[in-house]
């Protein structure tokens, strides 16, 4: 270890120190007063946030080839951290409001925070599974937070036990490839690969178990069947988080392994990855159509929604496009940040005590009422289902693009066909907010409201210059040595 | 090197014997024994390997640490008797079956490889000596090692959220 292998991790060595201290530095804070950590922990954010983009530019390897830093790092690392600013300022007033206001709430965000900056860094399978673990037991705990709520105990102990039964999938995965390849390291892996020196049998075995593990984290179907009842009962600040950050890490390690090291398992990996995607995709939908509650129907629209970014997986052997689906998977990502955190800021504003204001009814006579509000809601419905002028259309358009360039034109018009339905139930969000009568009861606060407007301009205003993001975003392409 | 086969094999059975009696004991008591079982073999394994301070790890932290909170939670709760699980008619035939098909599939990629497993012969006998592993640790697996303290503190935080009780 030297000095630069510091520098290289600097923005992770910030979150944690800070959280760490932050520990400390709750005993000095009169208990009525804990909002003062949410304002210090996005401090602490924002320096590693700094940090991050100072970092810009140049390609390199720390700590013995353990972490990468590149492009598609640092841009997930800047997405990372944007999100925790958000999950704070979802958190401030909410967690007071609903009677569950402890600093360590922020103090475990931070923690799995920095599990993410990890995994967007990870060039090695130990690492990957390291990372995983960091950001999952955070939000195991986070899930749990409204304890004694039923929902909220129930929600914890269903994501902590099927969350660490994948993570042994992992790590049965990244045993076999250990066995297979005599090394963990990504780059050690494709050489590996490449001089014939690995047991294909074992390494595919081995790409399986991990599919399976992460999978379960981004809530691929069939291993979705956790994120609407987690969804639902955990606490929505918390939800909104895990509902970014947990899938954007999980698509960073798959992206990260699959992409660059199993791609030659493509034989063999494509027809089930095209399967699963398909799945995905036409389940997620169909099952939101008839969802009341709009936690759970968010929760299925999160699973339509991974199943689009993994489409761009059945490319991975395709060298020639790999950029394009990985700056696709990485702009979608981004929509799909801004559009989540959007509207999970507009469910926070409707949610009063014990869980209610959580139907699609209770949304009727916002457009009457707040038209600002109700505005907001309706560009995050169009562009969770793909609309222009919105950031959702353009991620759908790159991704659809990356999969007709690899040829998969099956794969695309399923995605096509079940984003129309998609509009079935997003559309009625809307219709309901403007076409029937009703006395919504809306809570006005600062950090809400402004996350709501920040991310609504985003969303519009982002869509129209999107090529210097999209650029940026397939620059990211993982530095392999040779 | 056949004894160390032969050994190993017989090991092995055990090892499986163990961990299918620790699923099946109806009781949870003599599930937790099965299962110390079983992490003792394993650590026999360790040693055949030339791994002795895992062998050792394994005994002590596993067989030793972890199954005694095992046995404390269990008896604490009450729980020796676990009561039959009530499920759907056809989750049992529907597990038989995916499991059999499981099983198979892996007998089947295990007959037709044509490809060798590599030979572990290769490996230093020093490999999993202390010194070894130590030197390891806290040189190339540095990060690894720093990233697992910093999850223990993040669960050691999150274990004390959950039990603490508001006064």
């Known amino acids: 270890m030297n000095f630069s292998d510091l520098t290289t991790i600097l923005p992770l060595i910030t979150l944690v120190g800070w959280a760490i201290i932050l520990i400390l530095v709750d005993?000095?804070?009169p208990a009525q007063r804990k909002g003062i950590m949410a304002m210090l922990s996005a401090i602490g954010i924002m320096i590693s946030l700094v940090i991050a983009i100072c970092q810009f530019g140049g390609q390199t390897t720390a700590f013995s080839?353990?972490?990468v830093f590149d492009g598609f790092s640092v841009f997930l690392q800047i997405l990372f951290l944007i999100s925790g600013l958000a999950a704070i300022a979802l958190a401030y007033d909410y967690i007071k409001r609903q009677g569950i206001e402890r600093s360590e709430y922020y103090i475990l965000l931070m923690f799995s925070l920095s599990g993410m900056t990890l995994m967007a860094m990870a060039d090695d399978l130990i690492i990957i599974f390291l990372a995983l673990e960091l950001l999952s037991?955070?939000?195991?705990?986070?899930?749990?937070?409204?304890?004694?709520?039923?929902?909220?105990?129930?929600a914890a102990l269903k994501y902590f036990l099927l969350g660490s039964f994948s993570d042994a999938f992992v790590v049965f995965g990244t045993a076999l490839v250990f066995g297979a390849a005599r090394t963990t390291t990504i780059p050690g892996i494709i050489a590996a690969i490449t001089v014939g020196a690995a047991n294909l049998i074992l390494l595919m075995v081995g790409a399986a178990l991990i599919?399976?593990?992460l999978g379960f984290k981004v809530s691929i179907v069939p291993f979705h069947m956790w994120t609407p009842d987690v969804y639902q009962g955990a606490p929505s600040s918390v939800t909104a988080f895990m509902a970014v950050g947990a899938k954007t890490a999980g698509f960073a390690a798959l992206l990260r392994v699959f992409m660059a090291a199993f791609n030659t398992l493509a034989v063999d990996l494509v027809p089930v990855l095209w399967a699963l995607a398909a799945l995905t995709m036409i389940l997620g939908n169909i099952t939101a159509i008839v969802q009341g509650n709009i936690k759970r129907l968010l929760a299925y629209s999160s699973i339509a929604h991974t199943g689009y970014i993994s489409m761009v997986l059945v490319t991975i052997n395709q060298s020639r496009i790999t950029q394009h689906a990985v700056g696709a998977a990485l702009f979608y990502l981004v929509a799909y940040a801004v559009t989540s955190f959007g509207a999970w800021a507009v469910v926070i504003t409707l949610e009063h005590s014990e869980g209610k204001g959580l139907n699609v009814e209770d949304y009727a006579g916002l457009g009457r009422k707040y038209p600002a509000l109700a505005a907001a809601m309706t560009v995050f419905m169009l562009s969770f289902t793909g609309v222009p002028p919105t950031l959702g259309f353009l991620g759908k358009f790159y991704i659809f693009r990356a999969v007709l360039e690899g040829g998969y034109v099956g794969l695309a018009i399923i995605g096509v066909l079940t984003s129309l339905v998609s509009a079935y139930y997003y559309l009625r969000v809307v219709v309901v907010m403007y076409m029937r009568e009703g006395e919504p009861l809306v809570r006005k606060e600062f950090w809400?409201?402004?996350?709501?407007f920040m991310t609504a301009?985003?969303?519009?205003?982002?869509?129209?210059?999107?090529?210097?993001l999209f650029t940026w975003a397939s620059k990211g392409i993982m530095f392999i040595p040779k | 090197m056949t004894l160390n086969y032969?050994?190993?094999?017989?090991?092995?059975?055990?090892a499986i014997a163990s961990a299918l009696g620790m699923l099946l004991s109806k009781n949870a008591v003599y599930s937790a024994l099965f299962l110390i079982l079983n992490f003792n073999v394993v650590a026999i394994f360790y040693v055949l390997l030339n791994a002795p301070f895992i062998a050792l790890t394994q005994i002590t932290v596993y067989a030793g640490a972890i199954m005694v909170l095992f046995l404390f939670v269990i008896m604490l709760l009450g729980a020796e008797q676990t009561g039959r699980i009530s499920s759907a008619r056809w989750v049992k035939p529907a597990a038989y079956s995916l499991g059999i098909i499981l099983i198979s599939e892996i007998l089947y990629i295990i007959f037709a490889q044509t490809g060798v497993?590599?030979?572990?012969?290769?490996i230093a006998a020093e490999f999993g000596s202390p010194v070894t592993v130590g030197k390891a640790l806290f040189s190339r697996y540095l990060l690894p090692f720093e990233a697992t303290s910093v999850l223990l503190i993040a669960s050691m935080i999150g274990a004390i959220v959950l039990t603490k009780r508001k006064s």
């Open chain 1, 27 to 29: 005993l000095f804070i």
């Open chain 1, 211 to 213: 599919l399976i593990g």
């Open chain 1, 65 to 67: 080839g353990m972490v």
């Open chain 1, 457 to 468: 301009i985003a969303t519009v205003i982002v869509s129209i210059f999107s090529t210097p």
């Open chain 2, 6 to 14: 032969a050994l190993f094999f017989i090991l092995a059975a055990i």
């Open chain 1, 448 to 452: 809400l409201s402004s996350t709501i």
């Open chain 2, 117 to 122: 497993i590599p030979d572990a012969a290769s």
């Open chain 1, 137 to 154: 037991i955070p939000l195991y705990v986070l899930a749990g937070f409204a304890n004694p709520r039923l929902d909220s105990e129930e």
